[in-house]
């Protein structure tokens, strides 16, 4: 592999288009090393070569399909035999999903592409990171999540609310981060309302998206950008973003007794020891 002494290594999921793409451009266009993961080869390629042409650099391409939890474990650990340290984990990837749909793991599609697999990937590269930034939402609001039943949106199924209720897991996971892993930066943000491919299946989605005043993809990657750049003396870790200022989101997706509960519900749902630690969170 390349020598990346005195150079930053940046890992953005969820990097084939939108907020994650936009991102990885500006990110290498800085000087980073970046290194792109999506679950479609095609764009993902196609993405890469975006970079290139902005950046100058071909980047690094993982494929995995955040709805198999296999494909995480086995990204886990392509990433950790390329990269001995990796400066920035973007967690972007995320979906909206129309239809109450399982995964072939057991779990509500959002919940577990939105939460689990960033929360695996990130446990099992633990020892190999010096900071986090995860993609959150103020759709949080519309959540109502029940770290004993991470199913519970199958049983009368709102894509908004299901989708609402992985974001407050987002915030959740961050700042339980901060609170377990007192010297690995976390930081989450809220980009707005970003005019993507996101949701792009449902007429409804793409309808409202028209009337309200969505920004550019390089608009809402602004906060991620700049939360990888930011000293950390600066910023305060487990905090809430949005638009370069810390936020306070609703008080249920900060609530320290609900957010460890979630941690410890994540690790049983994926297979992991994550009691404090426990090291790069290996199956138990």
């Known amino acids: 592999m390349e020598d990346l002494t005195g150079r930053r290594l940046t890992v953005v999921t969820g990097a084939s288009s939108g907020i994650g793409l936009a991102a990885a451009i500006e990110l290498a266009c800085r000087g980073d090393q970046v290194v792109l993961v999506g679950r479609d080869s095609a ?3 196609a993405a890469a070569e975006q970079v290139r042409e902005a950046a100058g650099e071909l980047p690094e391409v993982f494929r995995a399909d955040f709805a198999v939890l296999d494909d995480v474990r086995a990204l886990a650990e392509r990433l950790r035999s390329a990269y001995d340290r990796i400066d920035v984990l973007a967690n972007n990837a995320g979906a909206i999903v129309l239809q109450p749909t399982t995964t072939v793991d057991g ?4 919940i577990q592409t939105n939460h689990l697999a960033p ?13 986090i930034v995860v993609t959150a939402s103020g759709a949080h609001r519309s959540g109502s999540l029940n770290p004993n039943d991470l199913n519970q949106p199958l049983h009368r199924y ?30 989450c943000f809220h980009p707005g309302v970003v005019r993507t491919r996101f949701g792009g299946d ?8 028209r009337l309200l005043p969505a920004r550019r993809a390089e608009k809402g990657a602004e906060t991620l950008v700049w939360l990888a750049n930011q000293a950390p003396e600066r910023l305060r870790s487990g905090g809430y973003y949005q638009d370069l200022r810390l936020r306070q989101p609703l008080r249920k997706a900060t609530d320290p007794q609900l957010a460890a509960q979630l941690w410890e519900a994540s690790a049983k749902a994926v297979g992991i020891d994550g009691s404090p630690g426990s090291g790069t969170g290996q199956a138990r």
Request: hydrophobic share 40%; no cysteine; net charge positive.
């Open 158 to 187: 709102r894509a908004m609310s299901a989708y609402g209720t992985s974001k407050q897991a987002n915030i959740l996971f961050t700042t339980e981060a901060a609170r377990r892993w007192r010297d690995l930066p976390t930081y």
């Open 202 to 209: 449902s007429r409804l989605i793409t309808f409202a998206m």
């Open 107 to 110: 779990y509500e599609l959002s």
């Open 119 to 131: 929360y695996l990937l990130t446990n099992l590269l633990r020892d190999r990171l010096s900071r």
């Open 43 to 45: 764009r993902l390629h």
